[in-house]
């Protein structure tokens, strides 16, 4: 409890951010579709989101080791909640894809300043209770965030002046920690090619969940809106379905971690591919946003989409030195990244087609299964590592390249 009382303010931080997060991943591409902007142009705004996120990753290092965590924080919240006030002013795609592209820097800064600084402040032995606490509650907020655009139609000013409420709230609660500041970060991310050596399916897999869940979620909320709903209804479906997709990514990561600690874990990453794909399947034969089993349905795709990230960092940390895992992690991350640029815009562009909104889960069924022929194929190619030599799984998200030195995975590096 001491550990978690040093870091308490900077896990209310990070929620606060998730919930402004969470809100505009449902508003944005309301707003986009309703004002008339294509399924492929709302892709596009999506993918330069994470370009962003990708350049607010590679700059935070450097920023925080000139001007301190607390500073970094406080211009990135600034940084994101002033976009959220731009956006809901001017409503054409140019404006918004500079404001998106804004705000994934904001984001990927105040996520590694969070994370550094939670590094210093948790000690190695309680590291891996507290970022089990940290990441639940980050994926709470998450689930939280998009049920404020309920009731309001995608034009509406309220969810962007609530988004800034939020950003300017997580200022608080970092502004007034007692935790002393961290020590520079300095993490140095293994070039592509050396992953790949190390550890291919993961490598494979952190690319795929990058390319997949990115665009698959970037879209979801068009497939409420184009399915004949209101403005008010459609807003409410999509929050809904972006709910049920979070909580069943948070929901299956303890079963699907446990499951992995024991058998291969390229079968498990495999098999949430299969169940993410199974349930993308019965999709495309439904079109009613609003109803229980199509909920359930998308709750049971994020089971399986939304918890093989982790899995593949797992695999990561089970082929990589330990001295060297905090850069493989960071270097994974740049792979999700890359990924989550590509994938919003390829799904915007299938839903572009005439395959419409079924599209979105036609795409998605078929990564799913080529996930699990690759990770067979990686299985086929490549020994599984013996159980002396399994480092446990933690549960972990695209986050910050920074927060791989919180993972209790690095405890022998920081001893060395």
């Known amino acids: 409890m001491t550990a978690f009382r040093n870091v308490a303010s900077l896990i209310l931080a990070a929620a606060l951010l998730q919930v402004a997060g969470g809100l505009l991943g449902v508003v944005v ?135 800034g409420i939020f950003l300017a709230f997580s200022l608080m609660p970092v502004c007034i920690t007692k935790s002393l500041q961290p020590a520079p970060p300095d993490p140095a991310p293994f070039p592509f090619r050396r992953m790949y050596e190390v550890a291919p399916a993961a490598v494979i897999g952190v690319f795929i969940a990058g390319f997949s869940n990115t665009g698959f979620l970037s879209l979801l909320p068009l497939y409420a809106q184009q399915s004949g709903s209101g403005e008010g209804s459609a807003a409410t479906a999509a929050a809904t379905l972006m709910a049920a997709a979070y909580a069943g990514g948070m ?71 330990p001295s060297k895992f905090a850069r493989m992690l960071s270097g994974l991350l740049f ?30 069924a078929v990564i799913g299964f080529i996930l699990f022929v690759l990770m067979v194929w990686r299985r086929q190619a490549k020994a599984p590592v013996v159980e002396e030599e399994r480092e446990s799984y933690e549960m972990v998200q695209p986050t910050s390249v920074v927060g791989a030195d919180i993972d209790p995975r690095t405890d022998e590096e920081q001893a060395a």
């Open 251 to 321: 929901l299956s990561q303890w079963p699907g971690g446990y499951l992995s600690d024991r058998v291969d874990r390229r079968i498990v990453i495999g098999g949430m591919g299969l169940l993410s794909a199974f349930a993308a399947v019965a999709l495309i034969f439904l079109n009613s946003p609003g109803s229980l089993v199509t909920q359930a349905l998308i709750g049971l795709w994020g089971a399986g989409a939304l918890s093989f990230y982790g899995l593949c960092i797992a695999h990561a940390a089970d082929r990589c030195e």
């Open 29 to 163: 591409p309301l707003a986009l579709g309703r004002v008339g902007v294509s399924d492929a142009i709302v892709g596009l705004i999506a993918g330069i989101y994470s370009a962003g996120f990708m350049a607010g990753a590679a700059l935070a290092p450097k920023m925080i080791r000139e001007i301190a965590n607390i500073r970094v924080f406080a211009f990135a919240a600034a940084l994101g909640a002033s976009m959220a006030l731009l956006m809901a002013l001017f409503r054409d795609p140019f404006t918004w894809s500079i404001a998106r592209f804004a705000q994934g820097i904001g984001i990927a800064l105040m996520f590694a300043s969070v994370e550094s600084w939670m590094t210093e402040a948790t000690p190695q032995s309680q590291r891996g209770s507290v970022i089990g606490i940290y990441h639940v509650v980050a994926k709470l907020a998450l689930v939280v965030g998009p049920f404020l655009a309920i009731g309001h139609a995608p034009t509406d000013l309220e969810p962007y002046i609530w988004c």
């Open 335 to 364: 792979v999700w990244a890359g990924g989550s640029v590509i994938g919003p815009m390829v799904f915007g562009l299938v839903m572009s087609s005439p395959l419409g909104t079924r599209g979105l889960f036609i795409l998605e």
